[in-house]
């Protein structure tokens, strides 16, 4: 629009000198002349240096729209790169029950294999070597629990509704302990008990419960194992306010590198070269259902210790 | 006596599994033939034993259900025991309405297994004593004249030796003599006999 107004300005112009030039003219007028010739050149570089001024202006903003464009783009990448993140966890959660099903048949078949050999063995020796016949039990209960943790899995992964029932959660963690203890000593490792046995009952689901704390208390032996002199595992029940009770199990390992610790608890992250990330997820899930919650922490000194609270059970306190 | 051993057969893909199942089976006293393929136990001769078979569904060749299918279709009227490390509902029920003995989750015990397998054998016993009847049976018929079988049918299906007389075009006595062979040969005392013996070999279709 400028440049086309410009333009008509000039044209106007020039007829006009045409008529001065027949005219005869005074000294003044030609002065006048002059000076308007002059001002007419000074107006026209005053408008071409407008026009040249507003068309830098504009550059500045076409510039300065295309910086923004360019960084706009940049943002919408991240936003796709995080929806993709999104969309993979989603379908790896979603393919979570699928995965577990398959891992769940993996491992009863050699479960099948492994009670049926010792069910042959007990049945072979019948009557004889009272010492064989208790290992051989040993193996078909172990077998058993394992059995019951799959069922568990799947069910879990099913949404079904687990088993409420008054839990002594201090009684629990002893029974879990039992259940592990010949790990901890294959391992050379000690553990310490701080049981407040005067809690009051929770409502919970004791297998469920059991599952949080051995995976929680396998987590803490493993990572103890990489020094000798990392051994001491404490397991601490106590009543954290009017309505909560807290378990704390404290290792004093290696502890969670800071990087670690925003992913812990999410599906499939695991640290160690072997681990499957479920442990940690599923214990998450576990305690979230029965109204409490899980979280990690690194000890002041060594170690890390990992620590959930369960709603007392209100019908049965006093 | 030997051969009447009860036979379990074992089909499930794992190597370890059969092996297992087979010390536990062979500890109770039963005779185990394992395989990790459907064809290859479609393929064994199997002997004229009770058996029971212990069949995982998911096998490399033949799914499970298929494979019961076929043994069906072949003729093969072994009881099976399902096994399998899915827990599947919809497939159970399939399995068990097709005739299935019963359906193991895996890992499972002894003791749910080893009764199991006591109702399959009492099965199987059953059903090859109603063929080793059958096949008696049709043994007899095949010593018949063809005069002599439809003389069969015939008072197999309720027709007096009067009406059969007036129905071939002969005498009475005719019917008689052919009707006395027939109860001779057939190992037959009375007519009702006789009668239950054009059932059980599907002659004359069973009563209702």
Known sequence: MTMSKDKKIISKQKPKRGVFQKKPVSLRSKQQIKKKKFLSKKSTINNLKDRI???????KVRNGQLRKGAAREKIADLKIEEQREELLHVTRVGKLAEFVSSLAHEISQPLTAILSYAQAAQRMFAGKEPALQ???QYIINDNHRATEVIRRLRLLLKKSHPVFEPINISALVNDTIALIMTHVT????????????????????????????????????????????????????????????????????????????????????????????????????????HGGSLEAKNNPGRGATFYFTIPVNKKNDQ | MKSNRPVIYVVDDDASVCRALALLLKSHGFKVETFTRAKDFLAFKHPQAPSCLMLDIRLPDINGLVLQETMVRQGMSIPII??????????SVKAIKAGAIDFFLKPFTASKLLDAIALAIAKSKAIIKKQNETAKIWRNIKLLSPKELEVFRLVASGMLSKQIAFKR??????????????????????????????QKAGIIPPPK
């Open chain 1, 134 to 136: 208790e290992i051989l």
């Open chain 1, 186 to 289: 294959v391992r050379n490792k000690v553990v310490k008990l701080e049981l407040d046995n005067k809690l009051p009952s929770i409502q919970g689901d004791r297998i469920q419960l059991q599952q949080v704390l051995l995976n929680l208390i396998s987590n803490s032996l493993e990572a103890m194992d990489e020094s000798s002199d990392s051994r001491e595992l404490l397991i601490r029940t106590a009543r954290k306010d009017t309505d909560t009770i807290m378990v704390e199990v404290q290792d004093s390992g290696c502890g969670i590198p800071a990087e670690n610790m925003g992913k812990l608890f999410s599906h499939f992250f695991t640290s160690k070269p072997d681990g499957l990330g479920m442990g940690l997820s599923i214990s998450r899930s576990i305690v979230e259902a």
């Open chain 1, 53 to 59: 001024l507003q068309q830098t202006d504009e550059i």
């Open chain 2, 82 to 91: 399902f096994i399998t490390g899915h827990g599947d509902v919809p497939k």
């Open chain 2, 169 to 198: 075009g002969t005498v009475l006595q005719t019917i008689k003599v052919h009707r006395g062979r027939v109860m001779q040969k057939m190992q037959a005392r009375t007519v009702t006999e006789l009668i239950h013996l054009a």
